[in-house]
């Protein structure tokens, strides 16, 4: 259900879009009519909000050329006396993104803005005004918070299908009108090339919308910016952009598949072999097509806190950037694990200072399910656990630290949400059912994929005790979005009780388990 004291989103970004294609150029950046000017900058990409808090939020925008972003907010979609921001000049160093940060917004209300592209030697000469609407965190509990979370889109072949509708699960998101959506890493596949057509089936055939930069793994930094471009040719997505803030997390595929840092690849697709070098290329275009105030400068980070008023804090992970290498993980004793200590340490000290209600844990990897990788023929592990259902070995040592920690300071109301193996899932971890126990029993959700290929379920290891209540997923790999197992999650916290309430839900919206959390509680 909507929020009651909130007018819908759909309904107010399409008074916003109708206002916005009514406009002449504001009076500040000259007289003449933008729409009657010729060669003026477009933003054909559409526009995105990121980072969300309750009175700032950063706004993002892709010009076709030069141009100066320029933001106006309002309170209301007839943009009546609108507050003005001067953004950054769009240029071929970001190909032509950029953000501008918003700031002093006030808590818990709709911000309507609309984004203008001016050309940089002539100000009369603006693009359309491109509309969009968020709402800023709440500043009081009561208020609640609702948000959806997946991951994984446009993967192992199966891109943008017009046959089909494109990306239908973003209508089915937008349509539980939340406050954000969290994306768990998978962004883009750059390692996945697409082609024209894909057999399915039955004799029937998948038709995927395809680009230059689509058709082979990407290495240039060109090739990933035209990985992050495509998805955007998608309109639900576009229009999911324009209306619903993001908090973004990266994984694997938008470098290349379960990489590490130091790894030299033996894939043949490949003439740049040093992981590193792709990492950094993916990495500058990752952080050009997404609003993250930690990344906007260099030296930036992937993990952040997201602080989403007194009922919630977003924790959220880079299991990339710090990694030790993959390998059979039975190791006795690692210091690195799969966060490295510099931020296991940041982990643990955001998570005593919290005073949320509720401790999100955004991890682009699961903790018990046993996530291989045998890209070199070797039974490595890609993710956490290893499959010994013993005494933590390798980087099951660094999550049993965390635990520990957790359970030791009486840290209540950590959650952690993930996706990244292609099918949905609830596990629950008990300590009577361990073979390690000095931890609180916790939940973890899977979700995803957005659109690629579902996949049967991972096998689970019994270090931490997990549980699985409830899974969806196919009995063979890389089923296409075509016959369904794409999924999405959603967590709607009441601002009265504090309850959390967790529903994995299907493409459309059906929803398949319910799960509620109480606050303050242990074991749930």
Request: with cysteine; aromatic share 10%.
């Amino acid at each position: 259900m909507p929020h009651p004291s909130l007018p819908g989103r759909r309904s107010v970004l399409r008074g916003s879009l109708a206002a916005s294609a009514a406009l002449t150029l504001p009076a500040g950046l000259g007289a003449a009519p933008a729409l009657a000017l010729s060669g003026r900058p477009k933003a054909a990409w559409g526009v995105q909000t990121g980072d969300v808090t309750a009175h700032s939020g950063l706004v993002w925008v892709r010009s076709d050329r030069p141009a100066r972003m320029i933001v106006e907010t309002s309170a209301t979609e007839s943009f009546r006396n609108p507050h003005r921001w001067y953004g950054p000049l769009l240029g071929k160093g970001s190909d032509f993104t950029g953000t501008t940060l918003l700031r002093g917004l006030p808590s818990g209300e709709q911000i309507h803005y609309r984004v203008l592209l001016a050309d940089p030697d002539d100000p009369r000469r603006a693009g359309e005004p491109v509309a969009g609407t968020f709402r800023t965190a709440p500043a009081r509990r009561r208020d609640g918070v609702r948000f959806v979370w997946s991951g994984d889109l446009a993967g192992q072949g199966w891109g943008i299908n017009p046959e089909i509708g494109g990306y239908r699960i973003y209508d089915a998101m937008a349509a539980l009108d939340p406050d954000f959506f969290l994306c768990s890493g998978d962004n883009v596949y750059a390692d996945g090339p697409l082609t024209e057509t894909v057999p399915l089936p039955g004799g029937r055939t998948w038709r995927n919308i395809t680009t230059e930069e689509k058709a082979k793994v990407a290495e240039t930094l060109a090739e990933f910016r035209g990985n992050f471009r495509y998805n955007l040719l998608d309109q639900n997505l576009r229009a999911f952009n324009a209306q619903v803030p993001s908090i973004i997390q990266w994984d694997d595929h938008e470098v290349t598949n379960n990489w590490y840092p130091g790894e030299i690849l033996a894939d043949t697709r490949y003439t740049e072999k040093n992981v590193d070098v792709l990492a950094a290329r993916a990495r500058q275009a990752f952080s050009e097509y997404f609003p993250i105030s930690t990344l906007r400068h260099p030296g930036g980070r992937v993990h952040r806190v997201q602080r989403y008023g007194p009922l919630l804090d977003v924790f959220v992970l880079d299991m990339r950037t710090y990694r030790n290498a993959n390998s059979t993980d039975d190791q006795a004793s690692d210091a690195q694990g799969i966060l490295g200590r510099e931020q296991l340490e940041w982990l643990k000290r955001e998570l005593s200072r919290s005073r949320a209600v509720w401790k999100v844990i955004a991890s682009d990897m699961p903790l018990g399910l046993v996530v291989p990788d045998t890209g070199d023929g070797r039974p490595n592990i890609e993710a956490v656990a290893q499959g010994d259902p013993g005494a933590p070995l390798g980087r099951e040592l660094q999550i049993a630290e965390l635990l520990r920690f957790v359970k030791h300071r009486r840290i209540t109301g950590t959650v952690w949400l993930t996706a990244d193996v292609h099918y949905t899932s609830a596990q629950h971890y008990q300590p009577s059912r361990a073979a390690f126990t000095d931890f609180e029993p916790f939940w973890e959700f899977v979700s995803g994929p957005l659109n690629a290929g579902a996949f049967p379920a991972n096998t689970l290891d019994n270090t931490f005790g997990p549980e699985r209540v409830f899974v969806k997923a196919p009995t063979t790999a890389n089923v296409s979005p075509a016959e369904g197992y794409q999924f999405f999650g959603e967590v709607d916290i009441d601002g009265d009780s504090a309850e959390l309430t967790v529903r994995l839900r299907e493409q459309d919206g059906t929803v398949l388990f319910t799960k509620v959390l109480r606050p303050g509680r242990v074991g749930q």
